[in-house]
């Protein structure tokens, strides 16, 4: 690391230039801070012991003083517990010992408070520390692939046996140990996770993801291990039909070939981002390794769904292509809830109206036409889906809860 040029503390520039400074490494873990003084994006530190990579965290934390020298807000800090790292356990106490705080995007070192020479007598607990961590999150994960409602059932059962899966605990886990990131792995302490209400769904908010959007990317994850192209960050081409959304905006950092799209509005208005209807795609046919579609399906006339939107997802992906989706589910039913419908260009309401939230109107002005049952796997198996279920993950470690249904189909 000794060829890599610096990145150092004190701040020249009020209007550009990257910062930073490792302020302390003891006996907890890593702190200090670092900020790219022109982007509101929090930057990722890697952590290297002797030349060795052993883990990252977010820049994200609050630095008052470090505001007040900018005239503005800086969530900049971060900190990282040696329980968290993987350390590697080859290293003795009596090996020599490097480490070394880089910003991952510019690959620069931060200068700072950097332990050279013998080992630090602290790392006699790291071990200790580490494996009562891992043990507390591997056992607090469920994650299984449903073909039926008996099978679901059936994992009901089991969860309920076991009392260190109940929200409660899982929560207290979240709260005490904090959460990553499914893809990057990025750690989010317990301090910058924001729990606004008891519908752990759609909040534990880290990092402009909710548990649900988590509960997505933790199935792409696993997909990707049998699906190489997945992993090919740099080139996998994915769609979602949502480019305005936090979900969209974390997406777009990550995949340089993802599209998002949305709906309901002119070109003029959405311009340069294409508007799109799912029921009509513009999209060549194979275009798409994946297809994402977070909390959509329901706000689509059931029927429109069947036989235009499902189909038109299968045209656009490419064989081994995989549609990757959320919607609010009847897990006890296996026919949709209709809540809705449209006749002669007439929308028909079966009870009371419900609606969600729409992330363009910033308003709950978007209509449930349905809650999507079990026939939702026969009907994508219908259309050509090679292989259909629905994957239920429950995860301490990446903050997902309650158990979180994500419908999985592979062209």
Same mark, same amino acid.
């Given at each position: 690391m ?5 990145? #150092?503390p004190?701040? *020249?520039d009020?209007?550009s ?8 490494i ?16 929090? #930057?990722?530190?890697e ?8 883990g990252e965290?977010?820049?994200n ?9 900018i005239?503005?807000?800086a969530?900049?800090g ?10 590697? #356990?080859?290293?003795?106490?009596e090996d020599?010992?490097e ?5 991952k995007l510019?690959?620069r ?5 950097h332990?050279?020479g013998?080992?630090?007598k602290?790392?006699?607990?790291i071990?200790?520390?580490? !494996? ?6 591997t ?11 008996k099978?679901f ?6 969860i ?5 899966l109940?929200?409660?605990?899982i929560?207290?886990?979240i709260?005490?140990?904090?959460i990553?990131?499914?893809l990057?792995e990025?750690y989010y ?7 606004t209400?008891e519908?752990?769904r759609? *909040? ?7 548990? #649900?959007?988590?509960a997505?990317?933790?199935?792409y994850?696993c997909?990707? !291990?049998k699906i190489p ?11 979602a039909p ?8 974390y ?21 340069p ?11 060549d ?6 297809v994402?579609?977070n ?5 689509i006339?059931?029927v ?8 038109e997802?299968?045209r ?9 989706s959320?919607?609010?589910?009847t897990?006890? *039913?296996?026919? *949709?809830?209709?809540k809705?419908?449209v006749e002669?260009?007439?929308?028909h309401y079966i ?12 308003k ?10 079990w ?5 994508c198996k ?12 429950l995860?301490?470690r ?14």
């Open positions: 000794s060829d890599r040029d610096f990145i #150092r004190k701040i *020249t009020k209007n230039g990257i910062y930073g400074h490792v302020d302390y003891n006996s907890e873990g890593i702190g200090g801070w670092l900020i790219d003084v022109i982007s509101p994006e929090p #930057r990722v530190v952590v290297y012991v002797n030349d060795e990579k052993i965290a977010i820049a934390l609050p630095r008052p003083d470090i505001a007040s020298i005239g503005r807000e969530n900049c971060f900190f990282v517990k040696w329980s968290q790292l993987d350390v590697p #356990r080859e290293i003795s106490l020599s010992l480490v070394a705080i880089i910003d510019s690959g070192e931060i200068v700072g408070k332990a050279k013998r080992k630090p602290f790392f006699k607990k071990e200790e520390e580490k !494996k009562e961590k891992i043990v507390s999150h056992i607090k994960e469920i994650h299984e692939h449903v073909r039926d409602m099978e059932f059936d994992l009901v059962e089991e309920n046996k076991r009392r260190h109940s929200i409660d605990s929560l207290d886990d709260l005490k140990n904090g990553y990131d499914p990057l990025i302490p317990p301090n910058v996770i924001q729990i209400s519908n752990y759609e *909040t534990i908010n880290a990092g402009k993801l909710v548990s #649900r959007m988590r997505v990317l933790f199935e994850k997909l990707a !291990k192209i997945l992993n090919s960050y740099n080139n996998v081409i994915i769609y949502e480019a305005f959304s936090s979900f969209a905006l997406m777009r950092d990550i995949f340089p070939r993802f599209i998002g799209s949305e709906y309901g509005i002119s070109s003029d208005e959405a311009f981002i294409p508007v799109e209807d799912l029921c009509n795609l513009s999209f046919s194979e275009t798409f390794h994946c994402i579609v909390d959509i399906f329901e706000h006339p059931f429109r769904l069947k036989k235009q939107a499902l189909p997802i299968y656009i992906l490419k064989k081994d292509g995989v549609l990757l959320t919607f609010p589910f897990y006890n *039913t296996y026919e *949709t809830i209709i809705a419908y002669n260009d007439v929308i009870g009371e109206p419900e609606y969600h939230g729409n992330p363009v109107t910033g709950d002005d978007s209509l449930v036409f349905s809650i999507l049952g026939d939702i796997l026969d009907i219908d259309i050509g889906f090679s292989d259909v279920y629905m994957s239920f993950t995860s301490a990446y903050g997902i809860l309650p158990i979180i249904g994500v419908l999985v189909a592979i062209k």
